[in-house]
C-alpha cells in the first residue's frame, strides 16, 4: 500500500468531508474508501467509453453483419425472406 500527499483547494476539500460523513459516518478510513471507489468509477467510466467507441467504429465497418454464402445480412429475418 502506497501513500500520496495532495493538496485539495478548501470548496473540493469540504465537498470530500461532506461525502466521507454521508457515506461513512465520518469513520476512520473513510476518505480512503471514498476516492478507492471514486478511482473505480474512473476505470468503469474509462473502459466503458473504450467498449462504445469499439462497438461504435465496429458497425461503421460493416460488423454485424452476418454471412452466409458469400451474401451479407444485417437482420437475421433477412435471411429466410
Given at each position: 500500500m502506497g501513500k500520496?500527499?495532495?493538496s485539495l483547494d478548501d470548496r473540493h476539500e469540504e465537498s470530500l468531508r461532506e461525502?466521507?460523513?454521508?457515506?461513512?459516518?465520518g469513520k476512520r478510513g473513510g476518505i480512503k474508501k471514498v476516492i478507492e471507489s471514486?478511482?473505480?468509477n474512473l476505470?468503469?467510466?474509462?473502459?466503458?467509453?473504450?467498449a462504445v467507441k469499439r462497438q461504435k467504429?465496429?458497425?461503421?465497418?460493416?460488423?454485424g453483419y452476418r454471412t452466409i454464402g458469400?451474401?451479407?445480412?444485417?437482420?437475421?429475418?433477412?435471411?429466410?425472406?
Open positions: 500520496i500527499i495532495i461525502i466521507v460523513e454521508k457515506y461513512h459516518s471514486s478511482i473505480d476505470l468503469k467510466n474509462i473502459e466503458r467509453e473504450r467504429m465496429l458497425m461503421k465497418n460493416g460488423a458469400g451474401k451479407a445480412y444485417r437482420k437475421r429475418e433477412d435471411i429466410y425472406v
